[in-house]
């Protein structure tokens, strides 16, 4: 199995999602989870788990392999400095790394280490040493992670027995089919997010392009939303019986009652990214206050629309109503969603959104864009178009003032989550690795 993030290294779903499913899957299977960064004591009961910081990445050797005319073609590859989350426009900088980053991988005959790309010696850390960080990363350094983290991974994978190789999420695509081409056996993609939601549009460049050619060579796709299935086979032209929704599961906690009104706190929990919506949280906020002055709204994450966000708050007029408290831990998160009133994600584009599932949990009911994929298991989920900022605020203003709605539309969100567990989930992922290994008709 190959992640960007292992427990408490957690930086948003995905990291969240790898951490429950590997714990599950632990149980059924014999896994090896690796990852850019470890605590190795968070799967050590359930799992191996290898992490690259760990290891002196100099020593690790490519067992022997078949000589294919994959492995030994003529690739020429022209160095560019072109990245996917940046745009064309802005210069790009490259500062030595200390800690590394959010990672992608490449393909063990990617570069050869005396030819890899570089900019200065000084900006590209040692050949050999670990570029993993957490969340901190600059600009211009994470197709380099990628790549590392490939050229690793395969290393290690080449010296294990493997049936078949799990990769969750572009980060670790690359890593994922040059494992399944040196080792001749199935791929299954775990896809958390696409190109199309991250930057809300036409995606181009480098990262696309991965999961294209990913997607391609993948024996199966799993999907975390039906919305996430449609836009794989509509965008990248992928066959529908190759892709299989497997939705995210839910804690094992007991689900508390709905929430009273003590003051009225609608919260968004979640990166400040465009694909989340928190320029629409915003404008949805000042049409809330038009009808419930007293309302306070708060906006919880980290993220490159945080200085956005506050230019607009400002513009609105609506300073004193908003607040933003950054990048929350985990139990921190937890206490702000208990003291909310009301759960709102109006993302222009999210695939899933565990936020709703966990808002749900503590008591609270949501409010959703269309565009989320957590609506499809939340049955009393309050639901309109991300761009309809009317209507989201009209839901929010009514479960502001209807107790007996409220209470209603928590209790049937919590009942569908009593089936929505990791354990299900991993059940059901488990059950499509297996498949993929029987012999083809």
């Known amino acids: 199995m190959l992640g960007w993030e292992d427990q408490p290294i957690l930086n948003g779903g995905v990291g969240k999602a790898c951490f429950h499913l590997a714990e599950a899957l632990a149980t059924e299977v014999e896994l090896t989870m690796i990852v850019p960064q470890a605590d ?13 910081d760990t290891l002196d990445l100099e020593e690790i050797q490519q067992a022997p392999v078949a000589k294919s005319f994959d492995r030994f073609a003529t690739t020429h590859r ?39 790309p570089t900019n200065s010696p000084a900006s590209i850390p040692k050949i050999g040493q670990p570029q993993i960080s957490v ?28 049936d078949v190789v799990y990769a969750h999420d572009w980060m670790t695509y690359l890593a994922g089919v040059e494992i399944k081409i040196q080792r001749k056996i199935p791929l299954v993609l775990h896809v958390h997010s696409l190109s199309f939601d991250r930057q809300v549009g036409e995606p181009l460049g480098w990262v696309y392009e991965l999961e294209t050619k990913a997607l391609q060579a993948a024996d199966l796709v799993l999907a975390v939303s039906e919305r996430t299935a449609r836009m794989i086979v509509k965008r990248y032209g992928i066959s529908a019986k190759k892709v299989k929704v497997v939705y995210n599961g839910a804690d094992r906690i007991s689900s508390a009652p709905a929430t009273p009104v003590k003051n009225k706190q609608v919260t968004f929990l979640g990166r400040l990214v465009a694909q989340k919506g928190p320029l629409q949280f915003i404008k949805i906020a000042r049409q809330v206050l038009l009808h419930e ?67 749900t949990q503590v008591g609270l009911p949501v409010v959703l864009s269309m565009q989320t994929g957590a609506a499809e298991v939340l049955p009393q989920a309050n639901v309109a178009d991300c761009n309809d900022i009317d209507g989201l605020a009209q839901h929010i203003v009514s479960l502001l003032r209807d107790k007996s709605l409220r209470k209603k539309q928590v209790e049937a969100n919590q009942r569908a989550l009593q089936h929505l567990t990791w354990d299900a989930t991993a059940d059901k992922v488990n059950e499509a690795l297996q498949n993929v290994l029987l012999p083809k008709n």
């Not at 968070?42 to 799992?47: K, M, Q, T």
């Not at 996917?84 to 280490?113: F, G, K, N, Q, R």
């Not at 969340?135 to 493997?162: D, P």
């Not at 109006?346 to 899933?352: C, D, K, R, V, Y």
């Open 78 to 116: 022209v160095p560019a400095n072109l990245f996917p989350y940046e745009d064309p426009e802005e210069s790009i900088s490259y500062p030595v790394l200390t800690d590394p980053v959010e990672h992608e991988a490449a393909p063990v005959t990617t570069w050869p280490e005396e030819t890899a």
């Open 293 to 359: 002055p007293a309302a306070h709204f708060v906006l919880a994450g980290h993220g490159p629309q945080l200085e956005e966000a506050r230019l607009l708050v400002e513009k609105l007029g609506i300073k004193d109503a908003v607040t933003f408290t950054g990048f929350l831990p985990p139990e921190q998160a937890e206490k702000l969603l208990r003291n909310s009133a009301v759960f709102c994600l109006p993302a222009l584009s999210e695939p899933f959104g565990l936020a709703a599932l966990e808002a």
């Open 40 to 52: 190795h004591l968070a799967l050590e009961h359930h799992a191996e788990v290898v992490g690259l």
């Open 135 to 162: 969340a901190t990363w600059a600009k211009g350094t994470i197709n380099f992670e990628v790549i590392q983290f490939a050229r690793y991974a395969a290393r290690l994978a080449s010296h294990k027995e493997i």
